[in-house]
């Protein structure tokens, strides 16, 4: 076997391999014998086919069997004995193929890139530094109310936390716009989810009335032709409602899988739930800050190959999200190709940190880990024996500890600030990027 490599770009080779005619023609030659004895063929009893007869039905296609094979199988040899480590799977193209003459075909991939990381001490990350108060538990406790409220109709004034349901057209420069149009809506007021004025124009009315208001769409509104223009709204309310919200009491505490014997327990679990969220979520921003500042800091070449295959794995997981009903493949590739991009540059800037370093998942750090994992469940126990005995999923929570090692070493070289921030901000701040 005859081996070249050539250098294309950073992480492109072309390997050109040869193969002896013999080789190939002794394989082509046995799978025609096997063939004969097993075919069935019109004519012919079982096993008794004339060799040049199978030769001549289905030399060509066996031929292009072995060859493919046998490119394969060559190229998997040449990578060992070169020492290269591809990034997946190359394309084969042959270059002679014929009967009688050495097969030389060309392997082309990509390789792992070589990367030198940045400075760390550039990066600069915000920390951020929260508490759980009182007010923040409050207000937890209000919207969970509130999502096992049941409604009342009023015929009162309406105010901020009421549900109104109404018919509204809007107009720009005295014409209607698309989208601009409703019936029978259902809005909570106060809730955010209009353009800013439209819900404080709305408090005050009441079922029966018609109002009519002026907004303006934010200069950042996602439909450019209506952004930072001024509008009117003409709106019917039908109806008012109140919510009912039910009582802190034991059936409802259960409702969110807490046992309390009263109000003061269960704040305690909420403040704890409270509390692990918020840790998780400043443990993502840091991580999320660590990422940015590691592609910013690097040069990095990303094989494409990598690229695609996560490209598909987040296909995959959509389908799965929306109930399985279509083949991924069918999902346009371009909407996940810059989250699959900074995934694989993180794994590959992540391995980087991990080597130089030798960093390593701490066996007490991912039992603490599990341990966390475990105390969010009823039977803690029954989990952590679970990771015990479950290989995969413990590896998982090592993957995960490793990850932490690297955003640690980051941290403690990069310049932190710390900025403080209330509880939904903090929260807010610490959403995974995707």
């Keep these: 076997?005859?081996?070249?490599?050539?250098?294309?770009?950073?992480?492109?080779?072309?390997?050109?391999?040869?193969?002896?005619?013999?080789?190939?023609?002794?394989?082509?030659?046995?799978?025609?014998?096997?063939t004969a004895r097993t075919i069935r063929l019109n004519g012919f009893r079982p096993g008794k086919v004339p060799l040049s007869v199978v030769k001549r039905r289905f030399g060509d296609s066996i031929r292009q069997e072995i060859v493919g094979e046998v490119m394969r199988d060559h190229y998997i040899k040449a990578l060992q004995e070169q020492d290269i480590n591809p990034a997946g799977w190359p394309s084969f193209e042959p270059k002679t193929m014929e009967e009688g003459k050495d097969l030389e075909f060309v392997a082309t991939f990509e390789v792992l890139p070589e990367i030198e990381?940045?400075?760390?001490?550039?990066?600069?990350?915000?920390?951020?530094?929260?508490?759980?108060?009182?007010?923040?538990?409050?207000?937890?406790?209000?919207?969970?109310?509130r999502q096992q409220a049941t409604m009342k109709e009023v015929k009162r004034k309406s105010k901020n936390k009421d549900v109104v349901t109404i018919d509204f057209d809007?107009?720009?420069?005295?014409?209607?716009?698309?989208?601009?149009?409703?019936?029978?809506?259902?809005?909570?007021?106060?809730?955010?989810?209009?353009?800013?004025?439209?819900?404080?124009?709305?408090?005050?009315?009441?079922?029966?009335?018609?109002?009519?208001?002026?907004?303006?769409?934010?200069?950042?509104y996602h439909n450019e032709e209506l952004a930072g223009k001024p509008a009117t709204f003409k709106i019917t309310i039908h109806k008012v409602?109140?919510?009912?919200?039910?009582?802190?009491?034991?059936?409802?505490?259960?409702?969110?899988?807490?046992?309390?014997?009263?109000?003061?327990?269960?704040?305690?679990?909420?403040?704890?739930?409270?509390?692990?969220?918020?840790?998780?979520?400043?443990?993502?921003?840091?991580?999320?800050?660590?990422?940015?500042?590691?592609?910013?800091?690097?040069?990095?070449?990303?094989?494409?190959?990598?690229?695609?295959?996560?490209?598909?794995?987040?296909?995959?997981?959509?389908?799965?999200?929306f109930g399985g009903q279509v083949d991924f493949k069918q999902l346009p590739k371009e909407?996940?190709?810059?989250?699959?991009?900074?995934?694989?540059?993180?794994?590959?800037?992540?391995?980087?940190?991990?080597?130089?370093n030798d960093l390593k998942a701490e066996p007490a750090k991912v039992d603490e880990k599990i341990q966390e994992i475990a105390s969010t469940y009823e039977q803690p126990d029954e989990v952590i024996a679970h990771f015990s005995s479950n290989p995969d999923q413990k590896a998982q929570v090592e993957s995960s500890v490793l990850e932490d090692a690297v955003v640690d070493h980051v941290l403690a070289q990069a310049k932190v600030t710390e900025k403080k921030m209330k509880y939904e901000e903090a929260v807010a701040a610490g959403q995974p990027q995707r």
């Design 1 to 34: 076997m005859q081996v070249s490599v050539e250098t294309t770009s950073n992480i492109e080779r072309r390997m050109t391999i040869g193969v002896p005619a013999q080789e190939i023609d002794q394989a082509v030659q046995k799978r025609l014998q096997e």
């Design 117 to 145: 990381l940045g400075d760390l001490s550039k990066i600069t990350i915000e920390k951020p530094v929260s508490d759980v108060t009182d007010k923040d538990i409050d207000t937890m406790i209000d919207n969970l109310r």
């Design 170 to 220: 809007g107009f720009v420069d005295g014409e209607a716009f698309e989208g601009g149009s409703a019936k029978e809506q259902r809005l909570t007021l106060g809730s955010g989810q209009m353009i800013p004025g439209f819900e404080k124009g709305i408090v005050g009315g009441k079922a029966g009335e018609e109002l009519e208001i002026e907004v303006t769409f934010p200069e950042d």
């Design 241 to 321: 409602e109140e919510p009912q919200l039910p009582e802190l009491d034991a059936e409802f505490f259960q409702k969110f899988g807490i046992e309390a014997e009263d109000e003061a327990g269960f704040r305690e679990e909420v403040k704890k739930n409270m509390e692990r969220e918020l840790k998780q979520a400043v443990s993502n921003k840091l991580k999320n800050d660590v990422v940015d500042g590691l592609l910013a800091n690097t040069e990095l070449d990303v094989p494409a190959s990598l690229v695609d295959q996560e490209i598909d794995r987040l296909r995959q997981d959509a389908v799965q999200r």
């Design 335 to 356: 909407i996940f190709e810059e989250q699959a991009s900074r995934r694989v540059k993180t794994g590959l800037l992540f391995q980087e940190v991990v080597k130089q």
